[in-house]
C-alpha cells in the first residue's frame, strides 16, 4: 500500500475484521488437531503400560503377601508391623490367597481383632 493511498477507515475496519476472523479459524482447527493427536497418543502409551502396570501390581501383592508371612513366621509378636502390612495387602492390594488363612490364625493366637472385611 502506498503512503499516498488511503483506504477509507471504514473497509480498514473490515480488513482486519476478516483477518482476525480468519486467524480465528484457522486456531481452532490446529487446536482440535492437535488435541486429536494428543488424545490418540494418550490412548496408544495407555495401552501400552497396561501390562506393565498389571506386572506392577502382581509383583507389589507378591511382595506383600512374602513380608507378611515373613514377619507372622519370624517376629510373631510384631503386631504392629503385621497389622499395617496385612491391611495393606487385604484392603489396598485386595490379597486373599491362602495368607488369609494364617493370618487369621496368627490373630487368633495373638487376640488380635481385625477391624476391616477379611476376603473370603
Not at 482476525?20 to 487446536?31: E, W
Not at 513380608?67 to 485386595?94: E, T, W
Amino acid at each position: 500500500m502506498k503512503p499516498n493511498d488511503k483506504k477509507p477507515m471504514s473497509e480498514r475496519i473490515k480488513s482486519l475484521a476478516a483477518l482476525i476472523s480468519a486467524l480465528t479459524v484457522i486456531c481452532g482447527a490446529a487446536t482440535g488437531c492437535a488435541s486429536l493427536v494428543a488424545n490418540d497418543l494418550s490412548k496408544k502409551i495407555d495401552e501400552k503400560l497396561e501390562p506393565m502396570n498389571s506386572k506392577v501390581t502382581a509383583i507389589e501383592m507378591d511382595t506383600t503377601r512374602i513380608q507378611l508371612l515373613s514377619l507372622i513366621r519370624n517376629d510373631p509378636d510384631n503386631v504392629d508391623s503385621i497389622m499395617k502390612i496385612a491391611r495393606h495387602y487385604f484392603v489396598d492390594l485386595s490379597g486373599d490367597w491362602y495368607a488369609t488363612a494364617i493370618f487369621q490364625e496368627w490373630c487368633a493366637e495373638k487376640g488380635v481383632h481385625i477391624d476391616w472385611e477379611m476376603p473370603i
